[in-house]
């Protein structure tokens, strides 16, 4: 049974990084986009990135400028930095797995890491 | 960005009422329409896939339709495990972006 298992700081100040690293455990790490999904408190989900085990990436235009989305495929891991946070980058921070069905390739993130609550606050 | 507008915000129902939630694109994005449950505390759940797929173990009382720029997610027969927030999210093209969400509450 394929898990995520996520992990990083929890509490950070105005203009300090954040950076989270999630394991991928039981299963292959290719032929995926792994991804970072989070959300504000009360609020919705907001996609940040993907990378693939070629170390391919996209980015949401919002965060392009201060997002770093970097993978390890000998350890099946990736990892997420955002940089300069602020208040508004508190958020749950999610991995997750987006995984593609059909013949008409529709992604879909199937499989989900636990959270991590990240707070900004000075 | 591709925009989605998910409709109603919230809503209360009953054990056994059949709801249905929309979702719409702000442009064309054929059947690349997912939709996902978010219980409080946890990580949301694929549900839907592709506008219409079932994903595995999803009791077949959910149900997804449309095309193009209009989705609706419908619920035959509401049980007390579907009280949760469903959101809808396109794959049609990067960045992936999600609806609001719609909280369904019971009555």
């Known amino acids: 049974q394929v898990q995520l298992q996520q992990w990083g700081a929890g509490l950070l100040k105005p203009s300090e990084t954040l950076s989270l690293t999630c394991a991928a455990s039981?299963?292959?790490?290719?032929?995926?986009?792994w991804t970072w999904i989070r959300q504000p408190p009360g609020k919705g989900l907001e996609w940040i990135g993907e990378?693939?085990?070629?170390?391919?990436?996209n980015y949401s235009p919002s965060l392009n400028s201060r997002v770093t989305i970097s993978v390890a495929t000998s350890k099946n891991e990736f990892s997420l930095k955002l940089n300069s946070v602020t208040a508004a980058d508190t958020a749950v921070y999610y991995c997750?797995?987006?995984?593609?069905?059909?013949?008409?390739?529709?992604?879909?993130?199937?499989?989900w890491g636990p959270g991590t609550l990240v707070a900004v606050s000075s | 960005d591709i925009q989605m507008t998910q409709s109603p915000s919230s809503l209360s129902a009953s054990v056994g009422d059949r709801i249905s939630i929309t979702c719409r694109a702000s442009?064309?994005?054929?059947?690349?329409l997912n939709w996902y449950q978010q219980k409080p505390g946890k990580a949301p759940k694929v549900l839907i896939y592709a506008a219409s797929s079932l994903h595995s173990g999803v009791p077949s009382r959910f149900r997804g339709s449309g095309s193009g720029t209009d989705f609706t997610l419908t619920i035959s027969s509401l049980q007390p495990d579907d009280f949760a927030t469903y959101y809808c999210?396109?794959?049609?093209?990067?960045?992936?972006?999600f609806g609001l969400g719609t909280k369904v509450e019971i009555k």
């Open positions: 997750a797995r987006c995984s593609f069905e059909g013949p008409t390739t529709s992604w879909f993130f199937d499989l």
């Open positions: 039981g299963g292959s790490f290719s032929g995926y986009f």
């Open positions: 442009q064309s994005i054929s059947t690349y």
């Open positions: 990378i693939n085990h070629r170390g391919s990436t």
């Open positions: 999210q396109q794959s049609y093209r990067t960045p992936r972006t």
